[in-house]
């Protein structure tokens, strides 16, 4: 079992910046495949970004040259940095954890992933 508990969500103005965190427990977390999800209300879950264990990167076009997504294995935390933030970047925001993938892209893909955090709100007002 996985568990993932992310924090750093909250209410910001069009053009300014957040930084989520994911903190995982209950596995090697360095062997973690691990990604961001969004939801907005009334839309599908989408795919943000994702980070491979070997540090590989990928993201959402939406989000891309907007946000950054890395990994600190020793604090067992992956983090989203969210910049020049518009007011569609509003959703909640899940980190999730794919402890079977082992290619060096990571995936981007929600059933590819088995580990779902809790969630949390991102809101950008203009």
């Known amino acids: 079992q996985v568990q993932l508990v992310e924090t750093g969500g909250g209410l910001v103005q069009v053009g300014g910046s957040l930084r989520l965190s994911c903190a995982a427990s209950?596995?090697?977390?360095?062997?973690?495949?691990m990604g961001w999800f969004r939801q907005a209300p009334g839309k599908e879950r989408e795919f943000v970004a994702a980070?491979?264990?070997?540090?590989?990167?990928s993201y959402a076009d939406s989000v891309r040259g907007r946000f950054t997504i890395s990994r600190d294995n020793a604090k067992n935390t992956v983090y989203l940095q969210m910049n020049s933030l518009k007011p569609e970047d509003t959703a909640v925001y899940s980190c999730?954890?794919?402890?079977?993938?082992?290619?060096?892209?990571?995936?981007?893909?929600?059933?590819?992933?088995?580990?779902w955090g809790q969630g949390t709100q991102v809101t950008v007002s203009s």
């Open positions: 999730a954890a794919a402890p079977g993938h082992t290619g060096y892209y990571p995936p981007g893909f929600v059933q590819e992933y088995d580990y």
């Open positions: 980070i491979g264990y070997l540090g590989s990167t």
């Open positions: 209950g596995h090697t977390f360095s062997s973690l495949a």
